[in-house]
């Protein structure tokens, strides 16, 4: 496999994750073919179908015979939660870590977060 076909197929599941997140596919409504997403970003089919699949493998995404792929009851619910986590430790957790380094005390640190 090719290095970026690598990163492709994560960005085709992130992408598809945001689409849920965002409401624009919803619960138990189909999502595009591997085809369609293979052609959107100039891809392998089968490049673009690693990337469904790590929804369909965490059970975001079901299938029906013949038909598709449909987006999981709760699978909104499943992606935020796990975003918030990667938030969380991405973000909050550094930036704490470097308030206390720079003395930033909680009560000015959330000041700083309110007045935006």
Known sequence: MRQGEERIYLK???ALEDDILSGLIREHELVPSTHQYAEHYGVNPATAAKGVSILHKAGLLYKKRGIGLYVSQGARDIIQGE???EFRES???PMIDEAHKVGVSKRD???MIMAD
């Open 12 to 14: 085709i599941a992130r």
């Open 91 to 93: 973000y909050i957790v």
């Open 83 to 85: 975003r918030r986590e």
């Open 109 to 111: 640190l959330i000041a």
